[in-house]
């Protein structure tokens, strides 16, 4: 009965639950062997229940088993359906929660990164910024360096060229002063030479010019001896005018004879207390300067000394020591101190002293050596008594001796050439010298100390070299020099209009080029200035014509 219905028996299992595997068949050669024996239980079982009478019912159940199965298998699967939905639900939610947080890690990530970044950005920015400063203050110290080298090299060369062109100077004032020695020996030679070949020539016309006077004096003198004896004659023939005459005669000489003395010895009174002595040039004694004569009790109004003189730093801060010793000497009770300025002609030496001299609040009186040569034998005896004037002044006095190398010379020994006047005047000098003095303070300037005699440099306290001034100091003369003689007005009222590149610029280029110029020079360079625009007829000063006269003294610094 319904053997399509039936169904197989199970595979056999074993004590363990598991499925027997087939066994492999002796021959060993297949593994999917076929087992009939199943089938052959399973149809015999069949048999047994269609040949039993309950047959319908065991269809029956057996359908109603295999409906249950299904159902049961129904519901497995929907349970595994339902399972799978809420798994897959489970699932969606942790996969939207995780893309949620896989996104807001991507968005952190991505912040952090770009933070990151930046912040890299920005310390590279930093390092590039700080790279590039060292290297621009590198770059700077380098360039201070060579520059500093530079600078350093240059003035060593400028200090190299001025020590050059002083030995030069130097070399020149020796090697004129050589020359003018020659020259005064060949002229002198020459003139005696020449007084040599004419001395007989000049013999005979003495002898005549002598019996030519001896003659008129003879003729003059019987002429008057016939006179006086026609007077006498005239006189003794009448008794009171005799009288008359001898007693006029004897006043007259009286009187002559008193007024002689009288005005010698007011002379000499009015020599001692007011004259001047011939050797002073200048002086403040007996003027009408009152604020000379007020500045030393004043002590506010006092000029400063280095307004219109530029000097080098050095020269000019020892000089401000001793000229302010000088001033204050009178009050503080100190003897004054005798100076020597010396240095190459045009330096500024003339004009310090007579500055100084000025404006010490002192009497001052300036002379010069020069003028000791045409006194002669009176020389020496002026000497004394210049320095004996000077002992009177109650303020103290100031002599300043311009050329003073000109009678205070070495050459006192015996086979010197120098005469007997030049040595008693250089007696004269060291004798009034020779000890500290609260009365007269001496200042010599010369061009060449080295000519002076032994004792003379023993007399000075200090003395000061004026050097050939450096470009800083060429630099501020022109600027002072041309604002005096060019920008400045003349007295009478005429201007002269610069050209706006005439600056300051113009200057130092000029100052650069006249390496070795004097401030002499360069004042007479300031002077070429005015004299070209009025020697030209106008009344202005332009590029052109400034350069062509810094081109001429430039060419003739000397003319």
């Avoid at 109603?64 to 969606?92: C, F, Y």
């Avoid at 050589?178 to 030479?193: F, K, L, P």
């Avoid at 590149?501 to 080029?513: G, P, Q, S, T, V």
């Avoid at 004042?523 to 590029?543: D, E, H, I």
Wanted: glycine share 6%.
């Amino acid at each position: 009965m319904f053997p399509s219905l039936q169904r197989p028996a199970p595979p056999a299992q074993s004590s363990e639950g598991q499925t027997q595997a087939p066994k492999e068949s002796k021959e060993g050669s297949e593994v999917g062997y076929f087992d009939p024996s199943g089938l052959e239980r399973g149809a015999a079982a069949l048999r047994e229940i269609d040949q039993s009478g309950r047959s319908e019912w065991a269809f029956q159940l057996a359908s109603m088993q295999e409906k249950t199965a299904q159902l049961a298998g129904h519901v497995e699967i929907e349970k595994q359906r339902a399972q799978l939905a809420q798994l897959e639900a489970q699932m969606g939610s942790v996969e939207a929660e995780e893309s949620r947080k896989t996104l807001s890690h991507m968005s952190e990530e991505e912040r952090n990164s770009a933070q990151h970044k930046a912040q890299i950005e920005s310390a590279l920015q930093a390092r590039k910024l700080e790279l590039d400063k060292e290297a621009l203050e590198y770059k700077l110290n380098r360039e201070n360096e060579l520059f500093t080298q530079h600078e350093s090299i240059r003035l060593a060369n400028e200090h190299q060229l001025e020590e050059a062109a002083r030995e030069t100077m130097r070399r020149k004032a020796a090697f004129d002063r050589e020359c003018a020695v020659s020259a005064a020996h060949a002229d002198a030679e020459g003139r005696a030479q020449q007084e040599r070949e004419n001395i007989e020539i000049r013999l005979r016309e003495l002898r005549a010019q002598h019996a030519e006077e001896r003659s008129t004096r003879l003729l003059a003198i019987e002429e008057v001896f016939s006179s006086l004896s026609s007077g006498a004659r005239a006189l003794y023939e009448d008794q009171s005018k005799m009288v008359a005459t001898v007693a006029g005669f004897t006043m007259l000489s009286l009187g002559i004879y008193g007024a002689r003395n009288a005005t010698r010895v007011a002379a000499s009174v009015l020599e001692r207390r007011l004259g001047r002595p011939p050797l002073v040039r200048e002086t403040s004694r007996w003027t009408w300067r009152p604020q000379l004569q007020q500045w030393p009790w004043l002590g506010k109004n006092r000029p400063n000394l280095f307004d219109n003189i530029v000097l080098e730093e050095t020269l000019s801060e020892r000089l401000q020591w001793t000229t302010n010793a000088l001033m204050s000497a009178q009050e503080n009770g100190t003897p004054f101190r005798h100076l020597l300025l010396h240095g190459a002609p045009g330096t500024g030496k003339t004009l310090f002293a007579r500055t100084l001299a000025r404006q010490s609040g002192l009497d001052y009186a300036i002379m010069s050596g020069g003028d000791m040569g045409p006194l002669g034998r009176e020389g020496p005896n002026e000497l004394h008594k210049l320095f004996k004037w000077a002992a009177t002044s109650r303020k103290g006095l100031v002599l300043f001796v311009d050329e003073a190398d000109a009678f205070l010379r070495s050459g006192r020994g015996a086979k010197s050439s120098m005469s007997e006047d030049a040595r008693n005047a250089l007696s004269v000098f060291l004798h009034h010298t020779g000890t500290e003095s609260a009365r007269v303070a001496v200042i010599l300037a010369t061009n060449v100390p080295a000519v002076l005699d032994r004792a003379v440099l023993d007399r000075i306290d200090e003395a000061f070299e004026f050097p050939i001034p450096a470009y800083n100091q060429r630099y501020l003369m022109l600027q002072m020099f041309v604002d005096r003689y060019v920008r400045k007005p003349t007295k009478r009222g005429l201007g002269i209009d610069v050209d706006p590149a005439i600056n300051d610029d113009y200057l130092a280029e000029i100052a650069k080029r006249t390496d070795g110029f004097s401030g002499r020079q360069l004042a007479k360079l300031a002077l070429a200035f005015q004299n070209a625009v009025f020697g030209s007829g106008t009344t202005r000063l332009t590029m052109n014509l400034a350069e062509t006269v810094v081109s001429w003294r430039l060419s003739h610094p000397n003319s």
